[in-house]
């Protein structure tokens, strides 16, 4: 075994580099897979602000492993990185002027960044902070994967069923838009 390995498995006070890293890369990326879900489940759609964001973070660990030495160092992960751009290039395209047929594409490449593009950004840009970290053992990187797919479908469902949680007036203050099963609240009879 490794003299890197040993040191991310020794636990310390706050546990072992393995699971902080696990904790750190799940939670960013589930959190982010969980309101595309929320969205798409509540809205039929994934706002545009949250794929900005993902595009953003991807385009600044692409740059990153061009301009130095950080992760990904291979151009077949570094193009992973691209995902989000072909999202908006397609977005681009289907705009109204167009009314291109390119909807369906769209919900394919949301998915594609949701699962994909999130956490391997967030993987490369952890990777690049601590280098130890991309050892990691498979079960952990599982462990990562799979709480992004729950935490979308949780998302998902928490967002169909919307009218169970909130009511119109959370989506009113919050700014958003009302989703079709939204439940407004009679604040006369309070």
Known sequence: MSEASDSIETPD???????????????A????AFMLGFRLGAFGEVFFEQIFTIWVMSTIVFVGSIVSRLPPNRWPER????????????AWFNNPLN?????????????????????FA???????IRPD??????????????AVVAFFVVGFLFGARNDVLLTC???KVSGNDLPANCVQVDSSNA
């Open 13 to 27: 006070a706050f546990g072992t580099l393995v699971e902080r890293a696990t904790l750190l890369i799940s939670a």
């Open 122 to 128: 967030a993987w490369n840009l952890v990777a690049a």
């Open 29 to 32: 990326s589930a959190s982010v």
């Open 99 to 119: 009314h291109s047929r390119t909807d369906d594409v769209l919900v394919v490449l949301t998915l594609i960044v949701t699962f994909v593009a999130v956490p």
């Open 169 to 171: 007036d959370d989506f």
């Open 133 to 146: 970290f991309r050892i990691l053992p498979r079960s952990n990187k599982i462990t990562v994967a799979a």
């Open 79 to 90: 193009l992973v990185l691209l995902i989000p751009s072909v999202w908006i290039l397609v």
